[in-house]
């Protein structure tokens, strides 16, 4: 077969790969050839290398452990800029889709991702996306199982996209979602409000002043866990991203068919937020979060799952806001400091796009 | 509370809407706020409606149905142009993820989407997607239990971008994957190579002639159900997309650590795709196929399968094309008709891009 051994000496023949663009992402790198498979062994298995993985099939296997029922969820992040203080797309799309799995009480485990990178994107940056992705995975106790690369032309994307989708084990008998809300129950907050939105915002130069603001992105599953270990009580848990805590709530009211009461001066925004807004004609309630939690929880469990909270890294500056009302149904109102009610609506139109 | 309702009223003040261009898409339906709940609302859950998508909360819950594993995979698409002869973005999108799971010899049951959206979209463009994306999965028996959306600026993509991930119940015992092929094992193709990019290739123009291919973008797991109740002798499934048949025939080479020899003249072409690729220089061996598969099969299943693949109408022209043999290790050899042997190898760089 020595003429086999002949002709596969020059297998480069067949289409040449441009060497001396080695560095940047070039098309063939999503062609499903050779430049794929070097990308996918040197860049993410080399980062993100698990047995499920590195199986190298169509899809990922993974086993269910015995639970009857899963959490799924998908995000696509097309944040911009790429990087800002506190965080990256890398982090914002691991911790992004592992913090909607673990809003149903879920344990996050298994995620997946494809990437649409453009033409040109230099691959030191992809590097260190995916080594920020492995980081928060590894934080947020994940493993990466399945992955996708596309490679879109000059032109038709910004560096790169990601959509991740996450798996979660979904304990028995847990029934935390949007509709459990009750008269009575108390809201909590996680943390600092706007931090994200405002930290993006100044990273893109679009601020006018300095700030030292860093977003908040983290995954919040293992303060959820510490809550769930705290209180049987908890009812509804969701994470106030895009459209703000106020968007948030008001699906919250609309699904449970409640109405909430916040109090004015309890919600915690820094400094530099509230200055920020107040210069931009932002409302903090409106500006997205990556690493904070709204909680609805039983009145008689609220002091306890707050107090839980605040030992916890991510639920250091938890406060309870608001409390759920029977009316009026569909609506978030503000109780301000001298007793009167403004609205809290949805999020109409777009403050800050590209934010997540 | 009269002020709460007299506020109500003005809501729409809060960041005007766009109406005017309501029949585009603008950054507003990426924002999280009234926009993008009214495209949910409007354009996806009326298409896809199901009581897990419908429920909305931050992630999907699905049964396991007492299996101990799931198949999970994810794909984006990024196609250019989205409707093209047989298809478009949209049927790609469900099938390709679809298929994917299916090759392990799962059942897929349940998708998620997430949009990458750029400004300036029309709506109705949009909605042909989703219209197609739920005339596949209905075909498939799947349901989208999971989505999101973002817009980006325009020229910050190509029209939308669709990632989709798809799980599918593993039933106990299947151990159908890319290290699985044993020498002697028959190799089987479910049909024509090569439509699929031929026919987005004939969409942008960029034959020079006219052609009536179509490609064959299709959901394969009810033809591998049928081979699947033929026997238990299937070893490997995949589906030849980007890299085409000879890099998928190289992947399993490698993982099984065996050889394959096709035979020359067994390779079902159709004269359109032929004729294409000998005016512009390709091999139908790299063309992608979104529609079919390649099967390894223990040698004395190898007719029934075929027997079994022909009944079905994604398998009419299946054929035998060449066997698996111990020697040369990792390589893919075509045997020509006169005898003698040339490698096959992996694709390098791209021959069409943005093809799926």
Redesign the interface.
Same mark, same amino acid.
């Given at each position: 077969?020595a #003429?086999?051994i002949k002709?596969?000496a020059i297998? =480069?023949m $067949?289409?040449?790969?441009?060497l001396r663009h080695a560095e940047k992402i070039?098309? =063939?790198h999503?062609?499903? =050839?050779?430049?794929?498979?070097d990308l996918i062994a040197k860049t993410f298995l080399a980062a993100w290398d698990n047995p499920i993985l590195s199986?190298?099939? #169509? *899809? &990922?296997?993974?086993? /269910?452990q015995? $639970?009857?029922?899963?959490?799924?969820? !998908? @995000?696509?992040?097309?944040v911009s800029p790429l990087f800002f203080p506190g965080g990256d797309i890398g982090r914002l799309a691991v911790c992004g889709t592992v913090? @909607?799995?673990a809003?149903?009480g879920?344990q996050p485990l298994?995620l997946?991702?494809?990437?649409?990178l453009e033409e040109g994107l230099d691959l030191s940056t992809l590097e260190r996306v995916v080594a920020s992705m492995h980081a928060a995975a590894t934080e947020a106790g994940v493993q990466i $199982? *399945? &992955? #996708? !690369?596309?490679?879109?032309?000059r032109?038709?994307?910004?560096g790169l996209?990601i959509?991740t !989708?996450?798996?979660?084990l979904?304990p028995e008998g847990t029934a935390i979602? &949007?509709?459990a809300a009750q008269p009575g129950d108390g809201v909590i907050i996680s943390g600092s409000l706007g931090d994200h939105g405002i930290a993006v915002l100044s990273a893109r130069g679009e601020l006018g002043f300095e700030t030292e603001l860093a977003s908040d992105v983290a995954p919040l599953n293992g303060l959820i866990s510490e809550m769930l270990g705290a209180s049987q009580g908890i009812h509804v848990l +969701?994470?106030p /991203?895009?459209?703000?805590l106020a968007?948030t709530l008001n699906?919250i009211v609309r699904?449970s068919k409640v109405g909430i009461i916040l109090k004015e001066g309890t919600l915690p925004i820094k400094p530099a937020v509230d200055a920020a807004c107040e210069l931009l004609g932002f409302d903090p309630l409106y500006i *997205?979060n990556e690493g904070k939690l709204v909680a609805v929880v039983s009145r008689e469990d609220s002091s306890r799952v707050l107090e839980a909270m605040r030992s916890h890294e991510y639920g250091k500056e938890a406060a309870i806001i608001g409390e759920v009302v029977a009316e009026?149904t569909g +609506?978030v109102?503000m109780e301000t400091l001298i007793g009167?009610?403004?609205?809290v609506?949805?999020?109409?139109?777009?403050?800050l796009?590209?934010i997540?």
């Amino acid at each position: 077969m020595a #003429d086999v051994i002949k002709t596969a000496a020059i297998e =480069g023949m $067949v289409c040449p790969v441009p060497l001396r663009h080695a560095e940047k992402i070039v098309q =063939g790198h999503g062609s499903g =050839g050779k430049l794929m498979q070097d990308l996918i062994a040197k860049t993410f298995l080399a980062a993100w290398d698990n047995p499920i993985l590195s199986a190298g099939n #169509d *899809a &990922g296997v993974i086993p /269910t452990q015995g $639970v009857a029922r899963l959490a799924i969820s !998908t @995000d696509a992040h097309v944040v911009s800029p790429l990087f800002f203080p506190g965080g990256d797309i890398g982090r914002l799309a691991v911790c992004g889709t592992v913090n @909607d799995v673990a809003m149903l009480g879920a344990q996050p485990l298994y995620l997946t991702v494809s990437f649409i990178l453009e033409e040109g994107l230099d691959l030191s940056t992809l590097e260190r996306v995916v080594a920020s992705m492995h980081a928060a995975a590894t934080e947020a106790g994940v493993q990466i $199982v *399945a &992955g #996708d !690369t596309k490679v879109v032309g000059r032109g038709m994307a910004d560096g790169l996209y990601i959509s991740t !989708t996450g798996v979660g084990l979904l304990p028995e008998g847990t029934a935390i979602h &949007g509709a459990a809300a009750q008269p009575g129950d108390g809201v909590i907050i996680s943390g600092s409000l706007g931090d994200h939105g405002i930290a993006v915002l100044s990273a893109r130069g679009e601020l006018g002043f300095e700030t030292e603001l860093a977003s908040d992105v983290a995954p919040l599953n293992g303060l959820i866990s510490e809550m769930l270990g705290a209180s049987q009580g908890i009812h509804v848990l +969701r994470d106030p /991203t895009r459209g703000g805590l106020a968007t948030t709530l008001n699906e919250i009211v609309r699904q449970s068919k409640v109405g909430i009461i916040l109090k004015e001066g309890t919600l915690p925004i820094k400094p530099a937020v509230d200055a920020a807004c107040e210069l931009l004609g932002f409302d903090p309630l409106y500006i *997205a979060n990556e690493g904070k939690l709204v909680a609805v929880v039983s009145r008689e469990d609220s002091s306890r799952v707050l107090e839980a909270m605040r030992s916890h890294e991510y639920g250091k500056e938890a406060a309870i806001i608001g409390e759920v009302v029977a009316e009026p149904t569909g +609506r978030v109102l503000m109780e301000t400091l001298i007793g009167s009610h403004r609205v809290v609506d949805v999020l109409m139109g777009e403050l800050l796009p590209r934010i997540c």
